[in-house]
Nanobody, 122 residues
């Protein structure tokens, strides 16, 4: 079973950048599809980005394309989300998740980490 801890959230101004990290333990991530999700107050959870086990395939929701980049370092058992040109509408709690199935663009993940708050001020 995979346990994950997300970090890197914080308060940033519009146009700024943050890099989220999701560190895993309990199993190697090299066989898992990994995803980043976010949930803003009063809104449904949204799939933001996802990456295949070896990093060859990625998915992004339309609103973050060209601004966010998902990557992974399987040797470090860590997945990253580089967020640039942040907007107030990116404000949310961000979660990482893992699954052995191809759930790129979907949300039926098996393991979820705790969230990290990202707040973008205007």
């Amino acid at each position: 079973q995979v346990q994950m801890v997300a970090s890197g959230g914080g308060l940033v101004r519009t146009g700024g950048s943050l890099r989220l990290a999701c560190a895993a333990s309990g199993d190697t991530l090299s066989t898992y599809y990994m995803g980043w999700f976010r949930q803003a107050p009063g809104k449904e959870r949204e799939s933001v980005a996802a990456i295949s086990p070896r990093g060859f395939v990625t998915y992004y929701t339309d609103s973050v394309k060209g601004r966010f980049t998902i990557s992974r370092d399987n040797a470090k058992n860590t997945v990253y989300l580089q967020m640039n040109i942040l907007r107030p509408e990116d404000t949310a709690v961000y979660f990482c998740a893992a699954t052995v199935r191809n759930e790129l663009g979907r949300d039926a993940y098996d393991y979820w980490g705790q969230g990290t708050q990202v707040t973008v001020s205007s």
